[in-house]
Structure formats: C-alpha cells, structure tokens
C-alpha cells in the first residue's frame, strides 16, 4: 500500500459567502440543512452530528489544520477540494486561497473542477439556475493560467511532473479533445510535462466509460455512489426495503411519507456488491477505484432522496480493501485511490468522525493503508 496515495474528496461549503447569503438566506452554510434533517422511516440515521470536530466554520485556521491532522494520521494521503470556476467567477474558495497564502497546512491536496450550473434544487426547483456553467477556450486558458500557482506550490500533488487536476464533468465540454489538447500545451510551456487529467464522470453507460480517454484524459475515476446509474439498472428496486417496512408497520405516517417523497432506499451492503461487480466488469487499465461510506442526501431533497441503508464500517473496509487491490495494479505514480468523502455531511457521507461511529470509518482507512502513524491528541 506505500505506493497507492488515498485521495479524499473535501468539500468547502462550510464557510458563508455572500452569493449564497443572496440565494438561501444570511450566513447558509450546508450546516442548515445536516441540523434541520429528520428521519423519514424507523432505523433511518438522520440527523449526522459531527463530533470531534463539531459545526466548524473553513474560515478558521485551526479547523483546516486539525483536519489535515486527523486525515495524516489515518492513512490519508491528501485532499481533493472541489473547485468552483464559473467563466473566471470563483466560489466557495476562501480555504483552498488561504491554504495557498499561508503555506498550512502542510498537507497534499488536489483540485476537482464541479463543472456544473448552481440550481435551487435543493427546495425543488431545478430549472431555477443561479449561476450557469459556460465554456469557452479563452476561458479554458485563463483557467489554466489562474490555476497556475496552484500546480506550482510544493504541496499540489502530481503524477510525475504532472499536476493532478480532475473534471467532475468532461462530457459537459463542448469539444473535450480540443479543451485537453490545449491545457497540456500551455501546462507544458509553464514548465510541467501536461497535466494529469481525470474524468470524473458518474453517470456514463456501460459503453461510454472510456469516452474521456478517447478525448485526451489519462484516466477516469469511478466515482462512487452513481444514483442515477444504479437505479437505471435495479429500476424494480428503488423502493423495496422501504415498501417491505410500510407493510409491516403501515400505520406510521413517517414512512407514509417517505414513500410518497419518492425516496429510493437501497441497501449499503447491496450497493457495494453491485459496484464491486461493476467494476470486475469493465476494462481496469486507466480506471482510479473509489469508494464511499455512506450516502443519503435526504438534508438536502424534500423529495426523490437517494438513500443507502446500513452503512457499517466493516463493509466499507471491505470495499476499499478489493479498490486498493485494484489500484496497486495501475502504472507506478499512477496508483491513486479516492473515497467520496472527507466532509459531505448533507449527503450523510463523511469520513469525519460523528457521534454515531466515530472514527470508526477512519479506522478502516488506517487499517487498509497500513497507517502506524500517532494519532492526534486528544
């Protein structure tokens, strides 16, 4: 395992910025939404209460600087923030910026450009667009450009002499092949050998899986979870854990309820046996393994929630002990590892520790990266 570097996907939301004061009222953070969630049928774990690190705010130094503790000390290799360019328009990037000026944490990290438009799909109206994702290759080359000093700082992780910059939708691009080619071309005149580009596509079929690559990107990462795909191919499935419960007990108006959002509630154990069995199917050269250990946005959908039931930490260790096996078979300084991730709470994903496990999780990090490092004081 010394030779894999396990990546965890951070999420910088934690702060307030005007923009969002604008949209979802004064001082939002995700925070809102993980206090307010609810369970919506008997044995459903709502809310996620974070425990060793409590309800932090990113603008505070010694938060991001106990986090980058906590993740070194069990076997994380790095962050990859969420990167939030909208036509030169940055958001959410305060700590990744801080981090940059203050030289600390000293800590690994990577950027994942969420390439999408904002909606208000968090209160159900999706079409309502708050700021809209557009393209150019102006654009593509001052993003480059901008992005410059952050391939630069001795902490950015590359491949070789390639920084490592992720896409989190390539087919979003007008003409991916001619984004790529020039991004390699003005990487390589700024002194680096390109760019090591990674697709982040989730939601590809079976048979466009390999469509980035074609396109110029030296690898696709298998992100995990894959909703949308997964209830495509399990269509009969979605709600079967949850009618089972209604039959059992139909008198209970939270479930009624939870029926009728639409929730699709599908077994954690279920779920990983479906990716693990993905995943043996499909080509595995240039492919990054991911794993997750917990999903459920129901903090941030009133309806149509996609829940993965009976998450436990021995499963998910599991899971990432077959993805470490996998990556160990990719090319030297290639053999990356994601989990999704550090800090989504509202998604009821996080590595960070809660009052209901813990640092349970973390532990099956540690346990499978062959971590013996001291662990944070308490």
């Keep these: 395992m010394t030779a894999i570097r396990t990546l965890a996907f951070y999420l910088p939301q934690f702060h307030p910025i005007p923009e969002n004061d604008a949209w979802w009222g004064k001082g939002f953070t995700e925070w809102r939404h993980v206090a307010l969630a609810r369970p919506r049928f008997p044995g459903h774990y709502q809310p996620h209460v974070p425990a060793d690190l409590g309800f932090y705010d990113l603008r505070v130094p010694e938060i991001r600087a106990g986090q980058a503790d906590l993740a070194r ?225 129901t903090p941030r959908r009133r309806a149509g929630a996609f829940i993965l039931q009976g998450s436990k930490p021995e499963i998910f260790g599991e899971w990432l002990e077959d993805c470490a096996q996998r990556a160990s078979s990719l090319p030297p300084g290639e053999q990356l590892l994601f989990i999704n991730a550090w800090n989504e709470w509202a998604e009821g994903n996080h590595l960070e520790p809660d009052l209901r496990f813990g640092v349970s999780f973390l532990e099956q990090v540690r346990k499978v990266t062959g971590c013996h490092r001291d662990l944070p004081k308490s």
């Design 73 to 297: 000390s069990y076997g994380i290799s790095g962050f990859c923030y969420y990167h939030y360019w909208f036509h030169g328009r940055r958001l959410l990037d305060r700590p990744v910026k801080e981090i940059l000026e203050a030289g600390e944490p000293d800590f690994p990290f990577c950027l994942c450009w969420a390439n999408e438009s904002w909606t208000r799909r968090w209160d159900g109206q999706e079409n309502s667009v708050l700021i809209r994702q557009d393209y150019s290759l102006l654009d593509h080359e001052q993003h480059v450009r901008w992005l410059a000093p952050l391939f630069a700082d001795p902490r950015y992780i590359h491949v070789d002499n390639r920084p490592l910059f992720l896409v989190y939708r390539s087919s979003s691009l007008p003409n991916p092949s001619e984004t790529v080619h020039l991004w390699q071309r003005l990487a390589r005149d700024m002194g680096f050998d390109g760019i090591y580009l990674v697709s982040v596509d989730s939601n590809y079929p079976d048979q466009d899986r390999r469509t980035p690559l074609s396109d110029g990107f030296d690898a696709v990462l298998e992100f995990q979870p894959t909703p949308k795909y997964y209830l495509s191919q399990h269509s009969s499935r979605p709600n079967a854990a949850l009618r089972r419960l209604l039959r059992k007990v139909a008198l209970v108006r939270r479930l009624y309820w939870a029926l009728q959002r639409g929730d699709h509630v599908v077994s954690y154990r279920d779920y990983v046996a479906h990716a693990q069995s993905q995943a043996r199917e499909q080509p595995s050269d240039h492919v990054i393994p991911c794993a997750c250990p917990g999903y459920d946005n």
